[in-house]
């Protein structure tokens, strides 16, 4: 605001009378909006840059856990007759969500046997999951006649198929049992063979492609949220024999069977992840 003096009075010479007058100051005003101006389009701006690393955050926690490959080298190597079997024992150490595929991985040699009529016949090795109900197996390549009597080498990696209604539903705690095994091929008994075969087995692997567990999702939904909160809540600081304890929930490396702090910080570090799309 400005003051201005302003004189009053006749064209003839009367008394004139000084008054005062205030005069708003549009000038200052317009430039005192400018700066308010300035300082709203520089929080906007700032809120808006806070909004986006927010959002920048999330979308980087919301990631999706891909596809992990287990190898587990078997210990069943080394040399079988035909109907011979080697069992072997799977431990991942973690659980699993979603099985795709496994496969098995061997290579060895196989030597023929000779059936009644003296003719060389092939024989192959595979590997078995027993359940229930049915049961998995990969097949591997049928050889040994064409090289007899030498030995004929193979390499090959089958994959698991299911038969009987089988399903993968006896690996997701990443633990099972199964055998490989060189064939014990058929022979109508009456013409029974004059030599059987015999094989050698040099690697013996299983590979898994699988989606792990996410510690937090106890649900098996595939993700790390609310409903997963809600579970670990229902057992929140309650210990082994506690009603409410769930034995899910105790996710904490190493487990102490306990529902507590230790749970939730491993809980909080999954937040909001994916296992699946």
Not at 10 to 25: A, E, F, L, Y
Not at 248 to 271: A, H, K, Q, T, Y
């Amino acid at each position: 605001m400005e003051n201005w003096e302003c004189r009053i009075g006749s064209h003839r010479g009367q008394r004139q009378i000084k008054k005062q007058v205030t005069v708003p100051n549009f000038k200052g005003r317009a430039k005192n909006n400018l700066i308010f101006q300035d300082k709203l389009d520089t929080l906007l701006k700032m809120r808006i840059n806070g909004l986006l690393l927010i959002i920048t955050a999330i979308l980087g926690i919301c990631s999706v856990v891909e596809a992990d490959i287990y190898i587990i080298q078997l210990p069943v190597c080394g040399s079988y007759t035909m109907g011979q079997s080697r069992s072997f024992t799977i431990d991942l150490g973690t659980e699993l969500l979603q099985i795709n595929e496994v496969r098995l991985i061997c290579e060895g040699t196989v030597t023929a046997g000779l059936d009644y009529w003296w003719n060389p016949f092939s024989d192959y090795f595979y590997g078995f999951f027993d359940t229930e109900p049915g049961y998995m197996w990969a097949k591997g390549p049928l050889v040994g006649a064409s090289t007899y009597p030498l030995p004929e080498p193979f390499s090959d990696n089958p994959k698991f198929v299911p038969e009987f209604g089988a399903t993968w539903d006896f690996l997701l705690d990443g633990q099972a049992n199964g055998s490989v095994i060189l064939s014990g091929i058929f022979f109508i008994p009456e013409f029974p063979p004059k030599a059987f075969p015999s094989g050698y087995l040099e690697v013996a692997i299983i590979q898994i492609n699988a989606v792990p567990l996410l510690a937090g999702d106890f649900d098996r939904s595939g993700k790390v949220d609310l409903a997963d909160f809600a579970i670990l809540a229902s057992a929140w600081w309650t210990t082994v024999g506690d009603p409410n304890y769930n034995d899910d929930c105790d996710i904490s490396e190493p487990p102490d069977s306990v529902i507590d702090l230790l749970d939730l910080s491993v809980f909080c570090g999954n937040w909001l992840q994916k296992s699946l799309e």
